[in-house]
C-alpha cells in the first residue's frame, strides 16, 4: 500500500519525538562522572555554575537550548574521550567552535556539546600555518597577518574557523586565492571510532575531500587544520551607496559586473526590505585606488562613493566590527547560478522592515576549481544570496520563517543552498547543500560513522 505525503510526515515527526524522548532518557541515565574523572570541572553539567552563559549560541531564537553537558576540551585527547563517552552511552554529540552554527545544531538538546574553542594555538610551519580549530577569525587573523601573511577566510570575527572551513568558506580574497577549503593541506581529527586521524591529498584522501565543503559535525571533530598561507595582499576596500528604489537597476548591474570582474576585485550586494527597498554595493580590490575606480565607473552613479587603501590586517579589522553578542534571527541561502532579475528581488523585499537578501559575487579562482574535486559542489555558481530576517519587535519565529520561505524560494534560483547558512527547513536540504557530490559524501560518513554517533537533523 502506497503511503502518502500526510501520512509520511506524520510517521517522521513521531520517530523524530521518539528520538527526542529517547535522547532525554539517555541523557538522564548517564553517567557522567565517569567523564567528569576524566575532564575535571571542565565538564559543565547545568548544576554547575557558568552552565546557562556558557551553553547560548549566537543566535538566540535557539537560546532554549538545554545541553546536558558541556565539555570544554584542551587537547585532542579530551575530543576521543567526548566521542568514546557519547558513543558508549549513546547520546547525541556535537562540536562546537564558534557558537555560529545557524540552527544552533553545535547545541545538542540533551546531549554533549564538546567545545573546542580553548584548541586555538596558530603557529607557522613556514608558510603553511597550522590553526587549532576553535580559533577564531579575528584572532587568526591578527596572528597571520602581524607575519605578512593572509588565509582566505570569512570577516566575522567570532566565526570559527572549524566551522567555516568544513563548509567552504567564503570569503574578501577568495576571487583571488580560493574558499578557506581550497587552502587546506592536511588535518586532525577524531573520528567516531576514537582515532585520532591526519588526513591529507596523500593520507586518507576521500576523508581529506570530504572535509572541504561536506559540512561541520558529518565525518568527525577536526582538532586542528594546516592550510597554505598566501603573501597578505594590500587592500583597497570600497563601499557605493544608492538612493531608495534603485534595487532593481542596482542588482542587475552588480551581477553583469561581476561575470567580467578582475580576480582582484570582491563584492556584496545587499538589498534591504522596506517602502522602498534600499541597496548598497560594498567590497575589497586587491590592488590600488587609482586601479579600482575605472572598475567602480562602471557600475550605476552612486550617491556615496567610499575608497580606503589599507592593509590586509586593517581590512579584516575593519570588516570584523565592533563587539558581537547573540542576536534572534533565522536565515538561508540559495546559489545563483544565472542571472536573478532585480526586480523580482525590489518585488520580494518591498514593503517589510528588518529582512534582507545580500549577494555575494563567486568566480575567479574559486569557480576554476571542479565541482567534484572537493566536497563544495557550488564552483559554478555566479553569486550566493543569503536570506535573513531578523525575530525582533514582536515577530515570532514563525512569522519570520514566512518571511524567510518567501524570500528564499521567491529568488528562483532552484534548490541550491550554502551548508553554512544552515536552514533547518530548506526544502530537499542534502541536495541543495551537497549537490552531485551527495553520494560519494555519504558513502565516506558511512565508513568513518557507520553507528551515526554524530546524528543530528541534517547530518549526512
Not at 63 to 76: L, M, Q, S
Request: aromatic letters at 8%; proline letters at 5%; glycine letters at 12%.
Amino acid at each position: 500500500m502506497g503511503i502518502d505525503r500526510r501520512t509520511f510526515l506524520h510517521g517522521s515527526a513521531l520517530a523524530v519525538a521518539g528520538l527526542a524522548m529517547s535522547a532525554t532518557s539517555a541523557a538522564a541515565d548517564t553517567d557522567w562522572a565517569r567523564l567528569r574523572r576524566r575532564l575535571g570541572s571542565r565538564l559543565v553539567l547545568p548544576r554547575d555554575s557558568g552552565y546557562d552563559t556558557l551553553r547560548l549560541p549566537f543566535n538566540t531564537v535557539y537560546a532554549h537550548r538545554r545541553p546536558a553537558a558541556i565539555a570544554r576540551c584542551v587537547r585532542p585527547e579530551d575530543v576521543q574521550a567526548c566521542l568514546g563517552f557519547a558513543s558508549h552511552h549513546r547520546i547525541p554529540v556535537a562540536a562546537r567552535s564558534g557558537r555560529h552554527s545557524y540552527a544552533a545544531y553545535s547545541v545538542p538538546e540533551n546531549g554533549l556539546v564538546v567545545d573546542v574553542s580553548a584548541l586555538n594555538d596558530v603557529r607557522f610551519h613556514g608558510t603553511d600555518v597550522r590553526v587549532g580549530s576553535g580559533t577564531r577569525l579575528g584572532d587568526l587573523y591578527e596572528t597571520i597577518g602581524a607575519h605578512g601573511r593572509a588565509v582566505p577566510g570569512g570577516t566575522c570575527k567570532s566565526v570559527g574557523i572549524g566551522g567555516l572551513t568544513l563548509g567552504g568558506g567564503i570569503g574578501v580574497i577568495a576571487r583571488k586565492y580560493g574558499l578557506t577549503c581550497d587552502n587546506l593541506l592536511s588535518a586532525r581529527i577524531v573520528t567516531p571510532d576514537g582515532c585520532l586521524r591526519t588526513v591529507s591529498a596523500h593520507s586518507e584522501p576521500d576523508l581529506f575531500w570530504a572535509l572541504r565543503g561536506g559540512g561541520g559535525g558529518n565525518f568527525g571533530i577536526v582538532t586542528s587544520f594546516t592550510f597554505r598561507s598566501v603573501p597578505a595582499p594590500d587592500i583597497t576596500r570600497f563601499l557605493l551607496l544608492y538612493p531608495e528604489g534603485a534595487t532593481a537597476d542596482v542588482v542587475d548591474a552588480w551581477q553583469e559586473w561581476f561575470a567580467g570582474a578582475p580576480d582582484e576585485l570582491w563584492g556584496i550586494c545587499e538589498t534591504l526590505s522596506g517602502t522602498p527597498t534600499s541597496t548598497a554595493v560594498g567590497g575589497t580590490y586587491l590592488g590600488p585606488a587609482k586601479d579600482l575606480h575605472p572598475l567602480l565607473d562602471r557600475m550605476p552613479a552612486a550617491t556615496k562613493r567610499e575608497v580606503q587603501e589599507m592593509s590586509y590586517l586593517e581590512a579584516m579589522r575593519f570588516y570584523a566590527g565592533g563587539d558581537e553578542t547573540g542576536v534572534p534571527f533565522v536565515a538561508s541561502s540559495r546559489m545563483a547560478y544565472d542571472h536573478v532579475p532585480g526586480a523580482r528581488v525590489d518585488e520580494l523585499l518591498r514593503g517589510g522592515s528588518r529582512y534582507r537578501i545580500q549577494f555575494d559575487s563567486f568566480g575567479g579562482a574559486l569557480g576554476r576549481v571542479a565541482p567534484d574535486a572537493t566536497a563544495f559542489p557550488h564552483r559554478r555558481a555566479r553569486a550566493s544570496a543569503q536570506c535573513y530576517v531578523n525575530v525582533v519587535d514582536g515577530r515570532t519565529e514563525a512569522q519570520g520563517r514566512a518571511i524567510l520561505a518567501s524570500l528564499r524560494d521567491g529568488l528562483g534560483t532552484g534548490t541550491t543552498g550554502y551548508v553554512n547558512y544552515i536552514d533547518p527547513e530548506m526544502p530537499d536540504w542534502a541536495h541543495a547543500y551537497y549537490g552531485g557530490n551527495l553520494p560519494r559524501l555519504r558513502k565516506v560518513a558511512r565508513r568513518y560513522d557507520p553507528d551515526r554517533v554524530l546524528a543530528f537533523a541534517q547530518g549526512l
